[in-house]
């Protein structure tokens, strides 16, 4: 059973016009991760939530934003997608609270595309 | 600062052993997480090392010296679908996960 899903798998958007992408969890970890990676390289962490609280890295673009109305969901927001905006964006949980052995959860991706 | 340095790519032979190596700079140490990734695929986890020494796990043994920064994966009896990226990453006093860019691994026959 999928335990962290993400939508779509594959998301085709226009240069500069606005696309959100959402995660759903079923383990009910209170921490989510964004992470943005493109081919060959490190995952990048974009933010995470510990809870409700919101944790943003310093080096994040302004054009990136995100959402976590309850525990189980936690949306990206792209205000205005560019070309080097397309890359595979990764949703992940953890349980922060329970210690250092906390291995992240990772979905499935959603790739992204902008033309 | 912090950082993961491991191989960008490694090639082996079906059967065969191979070990793929990390070295690590974290702020504070929280453990060194191994992650499998097949191209257009998420990570998935593979192991986590917070004491020196080896773990095992069927065909695939981490292992861990914290003293030296550094931890290598080892993979027995490949097969032709351990053909993947291999993600380092390690966990700072934050319990942030800093990310390697993966060693990529050639299985040929």
């Known amino acids: 059973d999928a335990m962290v899903i993400q939508n779509p798998r594959y998301q085709v958007t226009q240069f500069g016009k606005p696309v959100t992408l959402s995660c759903s969890q079923t383990?009910?970890?209170?921490?989510m991760y964004w992470y943005q990676q493109k081919s060959s390289q490190a995952p990048k962490l974009l933010f995470h939530?510990?809870?409700?609280?919101?944790?943003n890295e310093a080096d994040t673009p302004d054009n990136f934003q995100s959402r976590r109305p309850n525990t189980s969901f936690c949306f990206l927001d792209i205000r205005s997608p560019g070309l080097g905006d397309a890359a595979m964006y990764l949703c992940?949980?953890?349980?922060?609270?329970?210690?250092?052995?906390?291995?992240?959860?990772f979905g499935q991706g959603t790739r992204l595309t902008v033309v | 600062g912090q950082n993961i340095d491991q191989p960008t790519e490694m090639t082996a032979t079906e059967g065969a052993i191979v070990q793929i190596n990390c070295t690590y700079q974290?702020?504070?140490?929280?453990?060194l997480f191994w992650y499998q990734q097949h191209a257009g695929e998420a990570p998935t986890f593979l192991s986590y090392?917070?004491l020196d020494g080896l773990e095992e796990k069927g065909r695939f043994s981490s292992f861990l010296s914290r003293s030296k920064g550094y931890s290598y994966l080892l993979l027995k009896e490949l097969q032709m679908k351990d053909s993947a990226s291999y993600l380092c990453?390690?966990?700072?006093?934050?319990?942030?996960?800093?990310w390697g860019a993966g060693t990529k691994l050639i299985i040929k026959p």
């Open positions: 990453a390690g966990m700072d006093s934050n319990y942030q996960l800093i």
């Open positions: 974290t702020s504070g140490f929280n453990g």
């Open positions: 939530y510990y809870d409700k609280d919101f944790n």
């Open positions: 992940a949980t953890s349980r922060a609270n329970e210690g250092p052995n906390t291995e992240a959860f």
């Open positions: 090392n917070v």
């Open positions: 383990l009910n970890h209170n921490v």
